[in-house]
């Protein structure tokens, strides 16, 4: 299915991306390209195939990956805001959101 | 000597960097004090005083993890990997933190946003990608061995690109605690080095089960440099023909071809076998890959680390711009085409069907290796290409990728092996591919075939 204007712009939002008109403009013909190279799975009866949404291997499944529930160690707030773009009070401060 | 040897990979990586662009920051001052400490301290590590490049998709400690990305140009994580935790319990010396396709996403190297890696072979050529930069370094003997990521061929295709050894393991084998994620099902940490008994010493200290990741699996780590015995009595290899058609250059058909003769001359038993799906994985891992990649990428929206756009008054136009400014094209294009397949009304017909065709090409390597211990194909279908080449062209860059995606998407471990130069001196190398935990059977493989035909070849941009 051929994808319009209108749905690269829809993605980009979806996305949160602001992408510039050129952007729009290439990533559109090469995006709709790859969508319809994957099509081609379409050419495949999968009605009784189950996906394979999960582990991949049985040792993976099976490895218990439940944990004591201990308090351990952490960052701690000052460490964890040392890379934060604008970090105030021992907080994330983000522009207003109203 | 630990000194000696980190005082030698240091000087090596800065004077050549220049022409690689392999490395995005070299810790000089850092990496000699812990020889010195390592060297004082008496450390019988299996790596004690080694020399070690890593990806800079991987977090360590004081030390920056760009992803190749100007969204986190200045990120500096606050803590180690657990690869990276076991390597430095091991006494390994970390040099450096090594260039890479932006976030992961490449076959060239091309896409990262601090300019490509040079092949040391042809530095008008692609290292390949995405861990472009680790190979690379290994290849022009910058350092022994080095760690990247491999989400559809990402350690296997540089490394056969750079004439180096390059191993993906099972998925579940090592921990991606501290690996910037891209595609969490497809994403495995794996090895380079130039010998493979190098590849089995590091893959040694960095496998096993971690708490910090849940999909890392309880199963024993075997010493694997002792499967390295040469003995390949009753192997048997399995060979895909079709899988040496169409779009493969016909001296890597021919090196690779060869690769079957040697091991038949050493025992090994050459099996047919097909793989009656491997020609839907490139549809099947660039929907799964790219709509577990737009979820992963959601985090980088400057707020709690890395760039943030200035002059945002509002938060959600902080967030667009932010992404908008932080990313480079090729992670805005997967972001969009993940978004997309996961949207609305597209779920069932891109992603679950992706998903049950995933299912299809698993089911065809478990048949497989009923009758096979494991099977060889090329790593890539041609040596390097020109920088600049494929990059106005993203399907035949992602084609590029076709013999190596189907490991991460069944989950099977895999290695590339050198095997030769083409006529314009540019490295060849053969994949092998086994049953999920064979890295032992793959390692001695590869071990028999070094014996055998060991490749000597040093490319004229090197340490050496």
């Known amino acids: 299915m051929p994808i319009k204007q209108l749905d690269i712009e829809k993605v980009a939002q979806l996305a949160h991306l602001e992408l510039a008109d050129e952007e729009l403009k290439t990533f559109g013909p090469q995006i709709a390209e790859i969508v319809n190279y994957v099509e081609q799975l379409n050419a495949l009866d999968t009605s009784s195939v189950e996906p394979a949404i999960g582990g991949l291997t049985a040792e993976g499944e099976k490895t218990d990956s439940s944990r004591a529930d201990e308090i351990e160690g952490s960052l701690g707030q000052k460490v964890a805001l040392e890379e934060a773009p604008d970090p105030a009070s021992g907080h994330f401060r983000v522009p207003k959101v109203l | 000597m630990s000194r000696q040897s980190v005082e030698f990979s240091i000087t090596a990586a800065e004077r050549l960097n220049e022409t690689l662009n392999a490395f995005l920051e070299i810790d000089r001052e850092g990496a000699l004090q812990r020889a010195t400490q390592i060297e004082q301290s008496g450390n019988q590590g299996a790596l004690a005083g080694v020399p070690i490049a890593i990806k800079d998709n991987l977090c360590v400690r004081g030390m920056q993890a760009s992803c ?31 260039n890479c396709d932006e976030f992961a996403m490449g076959s060239s190297n091309e896409n990262s946003a601090f300019g490509p890696v040079r092949n040391p072979w042809d ?4 290292s390949g990608g995405s861990s472009g930069g680790s190979a690379a370094a290994v290849a022009a003997g910058i350092v022994p061995v080095a760690l990247g990521s491999d989400t559809g061929g990402s350690v296997r295709q540089p490394a056969s690109l750079c004439g180096v050894l390059g191993i993906k393991p099972t998925y579940g084998r090592n921990s991606r605690y501290g690996l910037v994620a891209f595609a969490s099902s497809l994403d495995q940490v794996g090895v380079f080095a130039r010998e493979v008994e190098d590849v089995a010493r590091v893959l040694g200290v960095i496998a096993g ?9 309880d199963v024993p780590v075997p010493d694997y440099t002792a499967s390295l015995t040469g003995d390949l009595k009753g192997a048997r290899l399995g060979f895909p023909r079709t899988l040496f058609g169409k779009g493969l250059d016909d001296e890597v058909k021919k090196s690779v071809e060869a690769v079957v003769d040697v091991y038949r001359d050493l025992g090994v038993e050459i099996v047919d076998i097909e793989l009656p799906h491997a020609g839907y994985a490139i549809a099947v891992y660039y929907i799964i890959a790219t709509a577990e990649a737009s979820s992963n990428l959601a985090r980088f929206d400057g707020v709690r680390y890395g760039f ?12 667009r711009r932010t992404r908008e400014e932080g990313f480079g094209p090729e992670v805005k294009r997967r972001i969009m085409l993940g978004t997309y397949v996961l949207s609305a009304g597209y779920y069932d017909a891109y992603y679950r069907k992706a998903q049950q065709v995933r299912t299809l090409i698993k089911n065809d390597f478990l048949n497989a290796f009923r009758s096979c211990d494991a099977f060889i194909t090329p790593t890539a279908p041609t040596p390097a290409f020109a920088i600049g080449e494929k990059v106005d062209d993203p399907l035949a860059m992602y084609l590029n990728d076709i013999y190596t995606v189907t490991a991460n998407l069944a989950g099977v471990p895999g290695i590339s092996v050198p095997c030769g130069l083409s006529s314009n001196r540019l490295p060849i190398g053969f994949q092998l591919l086994g049953p999920y935990w064979s890295e032992s059977t793959l390692l001695k493989l590869a071990h028999a075939y070094e014996q055998v035909q060991p490749f000597k070849e040093r490319p004229p941009i090197s340490a050496f």
């Open chain 2, 123 to 126: 530095t008008t050529r692609v």
């Open chain 2, 308 to 319: 943030r756009a200035e002059e945002t008054p509002e938060l959600r136009q902080m967030y």
């Open chain 2, 209 to 217: 089960r971690d708490s910090h990741d849940s999909t890392t699996a």
């Open chain 2, 68 to 98: 190749g990305s100007k969204i986190l140009g200045d990120y500096h994580p606050p803590y180690n990997a657990t690869v990276v935790e076991r390597l430095l319990k091991a006494g390994a010396v970390v040099i450096g933190k090594t």
